[in-house]
């Protein structure tokens, strides 16, 4: 047997209550692209339009309006998959059929309102299977009131996707007023959303990039007791894989704002060297012009299959 293939037989083993169809699905989005048999992720996700505006979104690069332009991006850089809201994979689900792997954003929400952060449910598992979809994706506001509401949406959801054979990535954005902002990304908190998706039952973890800083006083306690390290994003990295049942689940980082090349870059050798499954980059690829987009996703994979 290869090491790729020993390699993917290996985290497919860490889902062992999963059926055939979940487990085939997930083999799927490992086996294809630049980074196939490696167990690694580039993923391009094109939620922004509706998360933040078409304007904010797509006019650093006006190509990018169009729903073909991002699908073909995700083809012609070769990731693991493309990640969407309904609207955009039914413009191009049945055009670009079979040539990458589809995850459908089953929950969104706008800018537009400022209210305790809840996405509303704009599809379903029913839409994924009928469009084609690898997986299904959803995201969590661990930190909001309305966070049980979520958490019992997705429990609800990831076992009807099972049903349907497919799996499922978790996007768990620490937001709300149980947050004060400046603690979005602390250590702390960051891991225990990534536990909590784990617990979920989510099969791929989606977060953002931790930094160093402490966000609970009984957390802080505890990181000084037992000397966590949280110096560099490595050692942050390395922890939140642990959180996640001692690296048995697959997690992801997003790449967050847009950032020059060598910031980006930066950071994802650190999310490698962390033990970290790979990268989830939105608009630091597609609001680049299309070369230099791909030359970006291509160091970002080449960084993550040597690491």
Known sequence: ????????????????????????????????????????????????????????????????????????????????????????????????????????????????????????????????????????GFTIYPGSSARNTMYQEIKELIAEAKDAGLPTVLWAYVRGAGVAKEHEQSIDV????????????????????????ICQDEAKKVYEKYAIPTKTLTDRVRHVVQSCFNGKRIVIFSGGEAKDTAAVLAEVKEIAAGGGFGSIMGRNAFQRPHDEAIKLLHDVMSIHKNA
């Not at 055939?20 to 580039?42: E, I, Q, S, W």
């Not at 960051?190 to 800083?213: E, F, M, N, R, T």
Request: with cysteine; hydrophobic share 40%.
């Open 1 to 136: 047997m290869s090491k790729s293939n020993e390699r993917i037989r290996q985290i497919l083993s860490w889902y062992p209550s999963d059926n055939p169809g979940v487990l085939t699905n997930l083999a799927r989005l490992m086996n294809h692209g630049t980074l196939a048999g490696t167990g690694k992720f580039v993923i391009l996700p094109v939620d922004q339009g509706f998360e933040h505006g078409a304007a904010r979104s797509f006019a650093p690069n006006p190509p990018s309006y169009d729903p073909d332009y991002h699908v073909q991006l995700a083809i012609d850089a070769g990731c693991n998959a493309y990640a969407a809201p309904l609207g955009f994979l039914e413009a191009v689900a049945g055009k670009f059929a079979g040539q990458v792997p589809l995850i459908l954003k089953l929950n969104n929400s706008d800018s537009l309102a400022k209210m305790e952060p809840c996405s509303a449910m704009t599809g379903s598992v029913k839409d994924a299977v009928r469009l084609g979809c690898s997986a299904i």
């Open 190 to 213: 960051i891991a225990y959303s990534a536990q909590i998706s784990c617990q979920l039952g989510a099969h791929v973890v989606k977060v953002k990039p931790p930094k160093d800083s």
